[in-house]
């Protein structure tokens, strides 16, 4: 019963760090998507996938990179983070973009850039 | 691009009330959805229209679609304190690849005083 799961939970880094944040879903979904969320802001969509192999832009792409090269797993990296990029990130999943499928989101990774 | 607009950024009401939220766009979706987001954890689906027009009940929750396909209303009846979160409209605009993609809303932060 697993659902979405991201990985880690919090996160610090220091400006000029990289790291990786995993999302796995255990749904067999094809759509996933990650999102940041700021104070006031709602969610933003940063990168987006179809299906294994493929991604695509979201609304604030820039300083971040995405992979899919498993159905089950969606990675967003920062290649060299920056203060701005402080956030709590979501992952989310849906089987396919049909109206009436809605994504199921996971718990987020708080992630701060010092 | 795309905006949907919630307002005011929070509320405040006595348990026991009724409280309505509106959410407005400047352009039509095709499906409305409705999330709440408790602290630390991502958003949950409450009420999701597929149909302009339509109005939907979940429990106290009530939703419509608004006839023109660029609004929609939330409604809690008899409010409780666990209804205390940030509530989220979001529109989908079509079923595949990019028009698939989720707009949110900043969300309203309700608070509910025993």
């Known amino acids: 019963n697993a659902g979405v799961t991201q990985t880690p939970k919090f996160r610090v880094l220091k400006t000029g760090q990289s790291m990786t944040l995993l999302c796995a879903q255990d749904m067999n979904h094809e759509y996933m998507y990650w999102y940041r969320q700021d104070p006031g802001m709602g969610l933003r969509l940063i990168h987006y996938s179809v299906g294994e192999g493929t991604t695509a832009k979201g609304e604030v792409p820039d300083g971040y990179n995405v992979s899919r090269l498993k159905k089950q797993n969606f990675l967003l990296g920062l290649e060299s983070a920056a203060p701005s990029q402080t956030s709590v990130y979501f992952c989310?999943?849906?089987?396919?973009?049909?109206?009436?499928?809605?994504?199921?989101f996971g718990d987020g990774t708080r992630l701060s850039i010092l | 691009g795309q905006q949907l607009n919630q307002s005011p950024q929070s509320m405040f009401i006595q348990e026991g009330e009724d409280v309505s939220m509106n959410c407005t766009s400047s352009?039509?979706?095709?499906?409305w959805l409705w999330y709440k987001q408790d602290p630390g954890e991502g958003p949950v689906l409450l009420i999701a229209l597929y149909k302009a027009g339509e109005l939907t009940s979940n429990g106290r929750l009530t939703a419509q679609f608004g006839i023109t396909r660029k609004d929609s209303f939330l409604n809690i009846s008899a409010s409780i304190p666990s209804d205390v979160g940030i509530y989220f409209c979001?529109?989908?605009?079509?079923?595949?690849?990019?028009?698939?993609?989720?707009?949110f809303g900043k969300g309203i932060t309700l608070s509910v005083r025993p």
């Open positions: 989310a999943s849906r089987p396919t973009g049909h109206i009436n499928q809605p994504q199921h």
């Open positions: 979001a529109g989908q605009l079509g079923r595949t690849g990019a028009n698939s993609k989720l707009t």
């Open positions: 352009s039509i979706f095709n499906t």
